[in-house]
T-cell receptor, first 115, second 110 residues
């Protein structure tokens, strides 16, 4: 079974641009969540989607948005990039529906550098 | 302040030595996850603990959950170079969401 796939693996952008990251969950997993990891703040939760609905959102500005498609694939978008958005963005999928939890399966991440 | 505090922040141990990493939560723990990460890569699931007093082992890694103290510990016996990496604890916060500690970087010297 293929794991969580994130594309692209590396990305370089300049301030003010926007970026879209993609995540394909493990087949059959309907929940997808996104995390931002930086050396200073560590791993921080961005948002979580289940069946195309955002169920949970972290404390990030509105420049960060996401969506989930009917095939459970997810994208996240960051508009008007700032230097501080440079980070490793991790996607995770989960096989369970609402109200229960089990281990999250993480992708290898997209390393975003904003110049 | 951080919801999950990990200690130590970093650790260098000699190969073959034992070590312990701690994770303390400022909120009630309903489930505690341990992950390992190689720098710049994704997280690899190690163990999940749900009940107070629960202890799980996988190869040379043992994790315990003390619900009353809202703490978990990860113990590695006879460390090897393959154990090097960043260890992260994550607390279950519902809706398939975890809140993570900042991680403990482990280096194993030969």
């Amino acid at each position: 079974k293929a794991g969580v796939t994130q594309t692209p693996r590396y990305l370089i952008k300049t301030r003010g641009q926007q970026v879209t990251l993609s995540c394909s969950p493990i087949s059959g997993h309907r929940s997808v969540s996104w995390y931002q990891q930086t050396p200073g703040q560590g791993l921080q939760f961005l948002f979580e989607y289940f069946s195309e609905t955002q169920r949970n959102k972290g404390n990030f500005p509105g420049r960060f948005s996401g969506r989930q498609f009917s095939n459970s694939r997810s994208e996240m978008n960051v508009s008007t990039l700032e230097l501080g958005d440079s980070a490793l963005y991790l996607c995770a999928s989960s096989p369970l529906p609402a109200g229960s939890n089990e281990k999250l399966f993480f992708g290898s991440g997209t390393q975003l550098s904003v110049l | 302040s951080q919801e999950l505090e990990q200690s130590p922040q970093s650790l260098i141990v000699q190969e073959g030595k034992n070590l312990t990493i701690n994770c303390t939560s400022s909120k009630t723990l309903y489930g505690l996850y341990w992950y390992k990460q190689k720098y710049g890569e994704g997280l690899i699931f190690l163990m999940m603990l749900q009940k107070g007093g629960e202890e799980k082992s996988h190869e040379k890694i043992t994790a315990k959950l003390d619900e009353k103290k809202q703490q978990s510990s990860l113990h590695i016996t006879a460390s090897q170079p393959s154990h090097a990496g960043i260890y992260l604890c994550g607390a279950d916060r519902g809706y398939s969401t975890l809140t993570f500690g900042k991680g403990t970087m482990l280096l194993v010297s030969p």
